[in-house]
Protein backbone atom coordinates (compact mmCIF):
# COMPACT_ATOMS: atom_id res chain seq x y z
CA UNK A 1 0.00 0.00 0.00
CA UNK A 2 2.83 2.55 1.12
CA UNK A 3 4.77 1.54 -2.59
CA UNK A 4 1.25 2.73 -4.29
CA UNK A 5 1.40 5.62 -2.46
CA UNK A 6 4.76 6.77 -3.32
CA UNK A 7 3.82 5.69 -7.00
CA UNK A 8 1.27 8.20 -7.36
CA UNK A 9 2.85 11.17 -5.67
CA UNK A 10 5.84 10.84 -8.40
CA UNK A 11 3.25 10.24 -11.07
CA UNK A 12 1.60 13.67 -10.07
CA UNK A 13 4.84 14.90 -10.35
CA UNK A 14 6.35 14.07 -13.43
CA UNK A 15 3.08 15.07 -14.76
CA UNK A 16 3.56 18.42 -13.26
CA UNK A 17 7.02 18.96 -14.79
CA UNK A 18 6.26 17.35 -18.06
CA UNK A 19 3.44 19.78 -18.76
CA UNK A 20 3.74 22.01 -21.49
CA UNK A 21 2.60 25.41 -22.18
CA UNK A 22 -1.06 24.84 -23.63
CA UNK A 23 -1.69 22.79 -20.41
CA UNK A 24 -1.18 25.55 -18.02
CA UNK A 25 -2.72 27.64 -20.00
CA UNK A 26 -6.08 25.31 -20.10
CA UNK A 27 -5.33 25.10 -16.12
CA UNK A 28 -5.46 28.53 -15.95
CA UNK A 29 -8.37 28.73 -17.76
CA UNK A 30 -10.04 26.27 -15.32
CA UNK A 31 -9.46 27.66 -12.68
CA UNK A 32 -10.42 31.25 -13.59
CA UNK A 33 -13.55 29.98 -15.11
CA UNK A 34 -14.06 28.09 -11.76
CA UNK A 35 -13.39 31.27 -9.40
CA UNK A 36 -15.99 33.22 -12.00
CA UNK A 37 -18.58 30.67 -11.45
CA UNK A 38 -18.24 30.98 -7.61
CA UNK A 39 -18.90 34.43 -7.73
CA UNK A 40 -21.96 34.41 -10.32
CA UNK A 41 -23.27 31.71 -7.70
CA UNK A 42 -23.02 33.95 -4.96
CA UNK A 43 -24.25 36.86 -6.81
CA UNK A 44 -27.50 35.41 -7.73
CA UNK A 45 -27.86 33.59 -4.67
CA UNK A 46 -27.91 37.07 -2.64
CA UNK A 47 -30.19 39.15 -4.97
CA UNK A 48 -31.95 36.06 -4.70
CA UNK A 49 -32.24 36.60 -0.86
CA UNK A 50 -33.12 39.90 -1.04
CA UNK A 51 -35.78 39.41 -3.03
CA UNK A 52 -37.31 36.97 -0.67
CA UNK A 53 -37.21 39.68 2.20
CA UNK A 54 -39.30 42.18 2.68
CA UNK A 55 -37.56 44.21 5.41
CA UNK A 56 -34.02 43.67 4.65
CA UNK A 57 -33.14 45.55 8.18
CA UNK A 58 -35.17 43.29 9.83
CA UNK A 59 -33.18 40.25 8.48
CA UNK A 60 -29.61 41.54 8.45
CA UNK A 61 -30.18 42.67 12.28
CA UNK A 62 -31.77 39.11 13.14
CA UNK A 63 -28.94 37.66 11.21
CA UNK A 64 -26.81 36.75 14.09
CA UNK A 65 -29.30 36.26 16.65
CA UNK A 66 -32.84 34.84 16.09
CA UNK A 67 -34.26 36.53 19.35
CA UNK A 68 -36.25 39.95 19.22
CA UNK A 69 -33.88 42.60 18.25
CA UNK A 70 -34.11 46.55 17.74
CA UNK A 71 -34.26 47.47 14.42
CA UNK A 72 -31.52 49.71 13.05
CA UNK A 73 -31.86 52.97 11.80
CA UNK A 74 -29.76 53.78 9.06
CA UNK A 75 -30.62 57.18 7.79
CA UNK A 76 -26.76 57.57 7.43
CA UNK A 77 -25.24 54.16 8.34
CA UNK A 78 -26.17 51.65 6.66
CA UNK A 79 -26.35 48.36 8.57
CA UNK A 80 -27.94 46.30 6.11
CA UNK A 81 -24.97 45.71 3.44
CA UNK A 82 -22.71 43.06 3.96
CA UNK A 83 -19.32 42.21 3.34
CA UNK A 84 -18.15 40.95 0.17
CA UNK A 85 -18.21 37.79 -1.22
CA UNK A 86 -15.47 36.05 0.04
CA UNK A 87 -16.02 36.85 3.49
CA UNK A 88 -19.84 35.33 3.41
CA UNK A 89 -18.17 32.07 1.72
CA UNK A 90 -16.83 31.21 5.24
CA UNK A 91 -19.99 32.51 6.89
CA UNK A 92 -22.80 31.27 5.77
CA UNK A 93 -25.14 33.85 7.90
CA UNK A 94 -23.10 36.48 6.77
CA UNK A 95 -20.89 39.09 8.35
CA UNK A 96 -22.97 42.39 9.02
CA UNK A 97 -21.71 45.88 9.72
CA UNK A 98 -22.27 49.20 9.49
CA UNK A 99 -21.24 50.93 6.44
CA UNK A 100 -20.83 55.09 5.64
CA UNK A 101 -23.12 55.43 2.56
CA UNK A 102 -21.84 58.96 2.29
CA UNK A 103 -17.60 57.55 1.99
CA UNK A 104 -19.13 54.29 0.73
CA UNK A 105 -16.97 52.47 3.08
CA UNK A 106 -17.11 49.80 6.05
CA UNK A 107 -16.93 51.71 9.73
CA UNK A 108 -14.87 50.17 12.00
CA UNK A 109 -16.78 49.09 15.33
CA UNK A 110 -13.97 49.16 18.07
CA UNK A 111 -14.16 46.59 20.99
CA UNK A 112 -16.39 47.50 23.93
CA UNK A 113 -15.69 50.92 25.46
CA UNK A 114 -18.34 50.91 27.77
CA UNK A 115 -19.69 48.70 30.35
CA UNK A 116 -23.03 48.96 32.59
CA UNK A 117 -23.70 46.48 35.25
CA UNK A 118 -27.28 45.69 35.32
CA UNK A 119 -29.39 43.24 37.44
CA UNK A 120 -30.52 39.57 36.67
CA UNK A 121 -33.68 40.97 35.68
CA UNK A 122 -32.07 42.87 32.40
CA UNK A 123 -30.76 39.15 31.10
CA UNK A 124 -33.72 37.23 31.01
CA UNK A 125 -35.75 40.68 30.16
CA UNK A 126 -33.28 41.82 27.63
CA UNK A 127 -35.24 44.56 24.77
CA UNK A 128 -38.04 44.78 27.20
CA UNK A 129 -35.84 45.65 30.08
CA UNK A 130 -36.25 49.39 31.14
CA UNK A 131 -32.92 50.40 30.86
CA UNK A 132 -31.95 48.86 27.55
CA UNK A 133 -35.63 50.60 26.21
CA UNK A 134 -34.31 53.90 27.95
CA UNK A 135 -30.60 53.46 26.10
CA UNK A 136 -32.22 52.37 22.87
CA UNK A 137 -34.24 55.66 22.98
CA UNK A 138 -30.93 57.66 24.15
CA UNK A 139 -31.98 58.49 27.02
CA UNK A 140 -28.43 58.59 28.55
CA UNK A 141 -29.47 59.39 32.59
CA UNK A 142 -29.84 56.21 33.54
CA UNK A 143 -26.22 55.93 33.43
CA UNK A 144 -25.82 59.01 36.04
CA UNK A 145 -26.19 56.22 38.69
CA UNK A 146 -24.25 53.61 37.17
CA UNK A 147 -20.96 52.27 38.45
CA UNK A 148 -17.87 50.92 37.25
CA UNK A 149 -18.19 47.33 36.71
CA UNK A 150 -15.66 45.74 39.16
CA UNK A 151 -14.71 42.49 36.41
CA UNK A 152 -15.16 42.32 32.69
CA UNK A 153 -15.86 38.79 33.30
CA UNK A 154 -18.87 37.12 31.85
CA UNK A 155 -20.76 36.09 35.57
CA UNK A 156 -21.13 39.76 35.91
CA UNK A 157 -24.26 40.84 34.64
CA UNK A 158 -23.62 43.77 32.16
CA UNK A 159 -24.59 45.94 29.29
CA UNK A 160 -21.76 46.77 27.09
CA UNK A 161 -21.34 49.22 24.26
CA UNK A 162 -19.24 49.96 21.41
CA UNK A 163 -18.92 52.86 19.30
CA UNK A 164 -18.00 53.38 15.66
CA UNK A 165 -17.37 56.00 13.41
CA UNK A 166 -16.45 56.82 9.80
CA UNK A 167 -13.15 57.64 9.45
CA UNK A 168 -13.18 60.14 6.83
CA UNK A 169 -16.33 61.65 7.27
CA UNK A 170 -17.69 64.04 9.83
CA UNK A 171 -20.57 61.77 10.32
CA UNK A 172 -22.51 60.54 13.24
CA UNK A 173 -21.76 57.01 15.81
CA UNK A 174 -23.08 54.26 15.17
CA UNK A 175 -23.60 52.29 18.26
CA UNK A 176 -23.48 48.27 18.91
CA UNK A 177 -25.10 47.09 22.43
CA UNK A 178 -24.79 43.50 23.78
CA UNK A 179 -25.54 41.78 26.96
CA UNK A 180 -23.48 39.22 28.70
CA UNK A 181 -23.74 37.54 32.28
CA UNK A 182 -24.77 34.32 33.96
CA UNK A 183 -28.25 33.35 34.91
CA UNK A 184 -29.09 30.00 36.60
CA UNK A 185 -29.63 28.40 33.66
CA UNK A 186 -26.81 29.45 30.85
CA UNK A 187 -23.84 32.20 29.94
CA UNK A 188 -24.86 34.46 27.68
CA UNK A 189 -21.74 35.16 26.10
CA UNK A 190 -22.67 38.52 23.92
CA UNK A 191 -26.22 38.82 22.85
CA UNK A 192 -26.76 41.83 20.81
CA UNK A 193 -29.51 44.23 21.87
CA UNK A 194 -29.68 47.12 19.61
CA UNK A 195 -27.59 48.46 16.63
CA UNK A 196 -28.16 52.16 15.99
CA UNK A 197 -27.03 55.37 14.83
CA UNK A 198 -26.89 58.42 17.18
CA UNK A 199 -26.07 62.27 16.61
CA UNK A 200 -22.66 64.06 17.62
CA UNK A 201 -24.86 65.76 20.07
CA UNK A 202 -25.93 62.70 21.81
CA UNK A 203 -22.76 61.25 21.57
CA UNK A 204 -21.53 63.79 23.04
CA UNK A 205 -23.37 63.26 25.96
CA UNK A 206 -23.22 59.42 26.36
CA UNK A 207 -19.47 59.83 26.43
CA UNK A 208 -19.54 62.96 28.98
CA UNK A 209 -21.68 60.59 31.15
CA UNK A 210 -19.72 57.42 30.81
CA UNK A 211 -16.34 59.24 31.46
CA UNK A 212 -18.09 61.08 34.87
CA UNK A 213 -19.21 58.02 36.16
CA UNK A 214 -15.87 55.68 34.80
CA UNK A 215 -17.55 53.55 32.60
CA UNK A 216 -15.24 52.98 30.39
CA UNK A 217 -13.39 49.39 29.68
CA UNK A 218 -9.74 50.72 30.30
CA UNK A 219 -7.25 53.05 29.90
CA UNK A 220 -7.38 53.17 26.25
CA UNK A 221 -10.75 52.97 25.83
CA UNK A 222 -10.91 56.19 28.27
CA UNK A 223 -8.67 58.03 26.09
CA UNK A 224 -10.61 57.22 22.90
CA UNK A 225 -13.43 58.33 24.74
CA UNK A 226 -11.79 61.41 26.12
CA UNK A 227 -10.68 62.20 22.33
CA UNK A 228 -14.31 62.08 20.76
CA UNK A 229 -15.28 64.14 23.83
CA UNK A 230 -12.63 66.77 22.62
CA UNK A 231 -13.05 66.30 18.71
CA UNK A 232 -16.71 66.74 19.24
CA UNK A 233 -15.79 70.64 21.39
CA UNK A 234 -16.56 69.27 24.93
CA UNK A 235 -15.69 71.69 27.50
CA UNK A 236 -15.12 69.52 30.08
CA UNK A 237 -12.02 69.16 32.86
CA UNK A 238 -11.17 66.24 31.88
CA UNK A 239 -7.98 66.48 34.26
CA UNK A 240 -10.50 67.14 37.05
CA UNK A 241 -12.99 64.15 36.12
CA UNK A 242 -9.82 62.30 36.43
CA UNK A 243 -8.97 63.83 39.97
CA UNK A 244 -12.21 62.92 41.22
CA UNK A 245 -11.79 59.08 40.03
CA UNK A 246 -8.81 58.79 41.99
CA UNK A 247 -10.27 60.50 45.31
CA UNK A 248 -13.46 57.68 44.63
CA UNK A 249 -11.03 55.16 44.49
CA UNK A 250 -9.08 56.04 47.68
CA UNK A 251 -12.61 56.40 49.32
CA UNK A 252 -13.36 52.86 48.16
CA UNK A 253 -10.47 51.42 49.72
CA UNK A 254 -10.72 53.13 53.30
CA UNK A 255 -14.06 52.15 53.01
CA UNK A 256 -13.00 48.09 51.92
CA UNK A 257 -10.43 48.47 55.08
CA UNK A 258 -13.37 49.92 57.35
CA UNK A 259 -15.37 46.36 56.47
CA UNK A 260 -12.44 44.55 56.79
CA UNK A 261 -12.12 45.53 60.82
CA UNK A 262 -15.44 45.66 61.32
CA UNK A 263 -15.10 41.27 60.18
CA UNK A 264 -12.29 41.52 62.52
CA UNK A 265 -14.08 43.46 65.26
CA UNK A 266 -11.53 46.27 65.42
CA UNK A 267 -14.45 48.34 65.65
CA UNK A 268 -12.90 51.55 66.55
CA UNK A 269 -10.52 51.75 63.56
CA UNK A 270 -13.61 50.77 60.92
CA UNK A 271 -15.69 53.24 62.31
CA UNK A 272 -12.99 55.96 61.46
CA UNK A 273 -12.48 54.42 57.86
CA UNK A 274 -15.67 54.48 57.11
CA UNK A 275 -15.70 57.69 58.25
CA UNK A 276 -13.40 59.00 56.47
CA UNK A 277 -14.82 57.11 53.22
CA UNK A 278 -18.50 58.70 53.64
CA UNK A 279 -16.69 62.48 54.00
CA UNK A 280 -15.18 61.93 50.35
CA UNK A 281 -18.35 60.87 49.26
CA UNK A 282 -20.11 63.47 50.39
CA UNK A 283 -17.68 65.86 48.68
CA UNK A 284 -18.14 63.80 45.57
CA UNK A 285 -21.70 63.50 45.46
CA UNK A 286 -21.79 59.82 45.27
CA UNK A 287 -25.07 58.81 47.03
CA UNK A 288 -24.80 54.91 46.17
CA UNK A 289 -21.70 54.74 47.90
CA UNK A 290 -22.26 56.77 50.98
CA UNK A 291 -25.47 55.14 51.19
CA UNK A 292 -23.37 52.27 51.24
CA UNK A 293 -21.04 53.87 53.85
CA UNK A 294 -24.31 54.62 56.40
CA UNK A 295 -25.43 51.04 56.27
CA UNK A 296 -21.43 49.34 57.02
CA UNK A 297 -20.97 52.11 60.05
CA UNK A 298 -24.61 51.11 60.77
CA UNK A 299 -23.44 47.77 61.12
CA UNK A 300 -19.87 48.45 63.02
CA UNK A 301 -22.26 50.02 65.46
CA UNK A 302 -24.70 46.85 65.20
CA UNK A 303 -21.72 44.81 66.04
CA UNK A 304 -20.92 47.42 68.92
CA UNK A 305 -24.46 46.77 70.54
CA UNK A 306 -25.24 50.36 70.04
CA UNK A 307 -28.33 49.91 68.17
CA UNK A 308 -29.49 53.54 68.61
CA UNK A 309 -26.43 54.71 66.29
CA UNK A 310 -27.09 51.48 64.21
CA UNK A 311 -30.94 52.39 63.41
CA UNK A 312 -30.25 56.22 62.65
CA UNK A 313 -27.37 54.98 60.30
CA UNK A 314 -29.97 52.71 58.84
CA UNK A 315 -32.08 55.05 58.08
CA UNK A 316 -30.28 57.70 56.12
CA UNK A 317 -29.28 54.50 54.28
CA UNK A 318 -32.34 53.79 53.45
CA UNK A 319 -33.42 57.15 52.50
CA UNK A 320 -30.67 57.70 49.90
CA UNK A 321 -31.47 54.20 48.49
CA UNK A 322 -35.26 55.21 48.21
CA UNK A 323 -34.30 58.60 46.56
CA UNK A 324 -32.01 56.35 43.89
CA UNK A 325 -35.06 53.89 43.84
CA UNK A 326 -32.53 51.23 44.18
CA UNK A 327 -35.00 48.21 45.34
CA UNK A 328 -32.59 45.68 46.03
CA UNK A 329 -30.55 47.73 48.89
CA UNK A 330 -33.99 48.96 50.08
CA UNK A 331 -34.54 45.66 50.77
CA UNK A 332 -31.49 45.07 52.89
CA UNK A 333 -31.85 48.21 54.32
CA UNK A 334 -35.89 47.26 55.67
CA UNK A 335 -34.47 43.76 56.74
CA UNK A 336 -31.71 45.26 58.98
CA UNK A 337 -34.03 47.74 60.40
CA UNK A 338 -36.47 44.61 61.46
CA UNK A 339 -33.78 42.91 62.80
CA UNK A 340 -32.93 46.14 64.96
CA UNK A 341 -36.36 46.12 66.19
CA UNK A 342 -36.35 42.37 67.02
CA UNK A 343 -33.54 43.05 69.16
CA UNK A 344 -35.41 45.86 70.92
CA UNK A 345 -37.85 42.79 71.55
CA UNK A 346 -40.56 45.09 69.69
CA UNK A 347 -41.78 41.94 67.98
CA UNK A 348 -44.44 43.68 65.84
CA UNK A 349 -42.77 46.13 64.06
CA UNK A 350 -39.63 43.71 63.59
CA UNK A 351 -42.81 42.19 61.59
CA UNK A 352 -43.65 45.05 59.36
CA UNK A 353 -40.46 45.76 58.24
CA UNK A 354 -39.37 42.18 57.66
CA UNK A 355 -42.91 41.67 55.60
CA UNK A 356 -41.37 45.28 53.71
CA UNK A 357 -38.13 43.18 52.78
CA UNK A 358 -39.87 40.45 51.72
CA UNK A 359 -42.58 42.33 49.47
CA UNK A 360 -39.79 44.07 47.51
CA UNK A 361 -37.66 40.71 47.44
CA UNK A 362 -40.81 38.95 46.08
CA UNK A 363 -41.20 41.52 43.13
CA UNK A 364 -37.72 41.26 42.38
CA UNK A 365 -37.86 37.73 41.82
CA UNK A 366 -34.78 37.44 44.17
CA UNK A 367 -35.27 33.46 45.90
CA UNK A 368 -32.03 34.10 48.34
CA UNK A 369 -33.84 37.30 49.64
CA UNK A 370 -36.90 35.80 49.94
CA UNK A 371 -35.21 32.98 51.74
CA UNK A 372 -33.66 35.40 54.28
CA UNK A 373 -37.57 37.46 54.82
CA UNK A 374 -39.26 33.96 55.22
CA UNK A 375 -36.22 33.00 57.76
CA UNK A 376 -36.68 36.29 59.60
CA UNK A 377 -40.29 36.22 59.41
CA UNK A 378 -39.73 32.76 60.87
CA UNK A 379 -38.24 33.98 63.83
CA UNK A 380 -40.58 36.87 64.67
CA UNK A 381 -43.27 34.70 64.79
CA UNK A 382 -41.76 31.95 66.72
CA UNK A 383 -40.68 35.08 69.56
CA UNK A 384 -44.40 36.31 69.10
CA UNK A 385 -45.49 32.98 69.85
CA UNK A 386 -48.01 32.48 66.92
CA UNK A 387 -46.49 28.51 65.73
CA UNK A 388 -48.50 27.83 62.76
CA UNK A 389 -47.33 31.23 61.32
CA UNK A 390 -43.63 30.17 62.41
CA UNK A 391 -43.95 26.84 60.99
CA UNK A 392 -45.34 28.22 57.59
CA UNK A 393 -42.61 31.00 57.14
CA UNK A 394 -39.80 28.62 58.18
CA UNK A 395 -41.15 25.72 55.67
CA UNK A 396 -40.79 28.18 52.83
CA UNK A 397 -37.70 29.18 53.86
CA UNK A 398 -36.88 25.94 53.80
CA UNK A 399 -38.04 25.17 50.09
CA UNK A 400 -36.45 27.94 49.59
CA UNK A 401 -32.71 27.35 50.68
CA UNK A 402 -33.55 23.72 49.21
CA UNK A 403 -34.03 25.38 45.75
CA UNK A 404 -30.64 27.70 46.32
CA UNK A 405 -28.94 24.35 47.46
CA UNK A 406 -27.69 26.12 50.36
CA UNK A 407 -27.40 23.03 52.59
CA UNK A 408 -26.13 24.69 55.99
CA UNK A 409 -29.21 27.01 56.27
CA UNK A 410 -30.92 24.25 54.95
CA UNK A 411 -30.39 22.22 57.84
CA UNK A 412 -30.57 25.37 60.52
CA UNK A 413 -34.34 25.52 59.06
CA UNK A 414 -35.16 21.56 59.64
CA UNK A 415 -33.99 22.66 63.00
CA UNK A 416 -35.86 25.33 63.83
CA UNK A 417 -39.09 23.00 62.43
CA UNK A 418 -38.20 20.13 64.47
CA UNK A 419 -38.05 22.41 67.95
CA UNK A 420 -41.39 24.27 66.98
ZN1 LIG B 1 -18.14 58.63 5.88
Not at 19 to 25: L, S
Not at 193 to 204: G, H, N, P, R, Y
Not at 284 to 308: C, H, I, P, T
Not at 326 to 344: H, N, R, T, V
Request: net charge neutral; hydrophobic share 40%; proline share 2%.
Amino acid sequence: MLGEGVFWTNFTLECVLQMKIEDWIALGLFVFFFLIMIYWYERTSSKKRKAKCASFDAVAMNKTNTDKLFQADSTYYSYTTHKPFYMRLFSPQGVWSPYCKTCRKWVQIYSPMLGIPVTQNALSELQESDIVKSLFNLDWSVLKTSERLPTWTIIQPAIRISLGRCKTCDGPFCVLSEIRGQTDREIIQGKRLFSIEIDKKSALELLETAIDRNLTANNSMYARAVSFCKDLGSSKDFAQVALAHQRKEKAQALGRRGLWEHDYGILDEAEIHLNNALKIFEELGERKDQALAYRSLASVYYRGKNLDHAETQVKKSLGLFEELNDKPEMAICYGFLGQIQFDYKEFDRAELLVRKALEIETSLGNNRGMAKGYHALGAVYKALDKRERAKDAYTEALRLYKELGDLSLEKAMQTELDRL
